[in-house]
């Protein structure tokens, strides 16, 4: 019988359901805020960027949602665009593109040798995330993602935690599914399809769960 870590569990969010205005939606968004500050997700982005990124670059932030992370990483990333299924928020850049598309849909990756994203990939199913490798290996130099830690651990902890932190109805919901659909060890690299032979990567996971991929192409 497989472990319950063994195996990924997709199971829909309740954010993803509500108009973008529900009072549930909105608290459920400063919940994430500090989830992320938490984290510390944001100076991981930005201290990664300033290591790897080559001059000129142009980064493709995935599922950006409210531009703040991308807003946050401009000092270090001055290049940097994003993709949502949601129109530009008010606080983006007339300067940068926001491309309002399906990321599954998408033809313009040849744009961006470097692609990050923050808690999105866990979203997808392992067939949507080889046909994601597919479009960006051609053209990627470097990926960066955080990502959920699947381990029960961490759910449990979760499920005790978030209440506490006053964390709403649908946070404490999204939040222990989102650790069910996360990833393990090369789990991320190989769901992509990157060729060890072509790729190296480095996969690290926090104390506090999140699940960190840095993948360069060699030369």
Known sequence: ??????????????????????PDALQSRCDLRVINRLMGNARWFRSTLAKHLQPDERVLELGAGTGELACFLRPVAPLIDSID????????????????ADIEHFSGWGDYPVVIGNLILHHFSDDALRKLGSALKPHAR????????????NQHFWRIAAPLAGAN?????????????GFRGDELPHALGLDPALWQWRVTSTLLGAYRLIAQRRC
């Open 85 to 100: 299924r949601v129109p530009a928020p008010p606080i983006w850049p007339s300067q940068a593109r926001w491309h309002q």
């Open 169 to 181: 109805r649908v946070t404490r919901h999204d939040g222990y599914v989102s650790i069910a659909a």
């Open 142 to 153: 470097l990926l960066i993602f955080s990502e959920p830690t699947r381990k029960r651990f």
């Open 1 to 22: 019988m497989a472990h319950h870590d063994d195996i990924r569990l997709l199971v829909p969010e309740l954010l993803d359901s509500l108009p973008p205005d529900h």
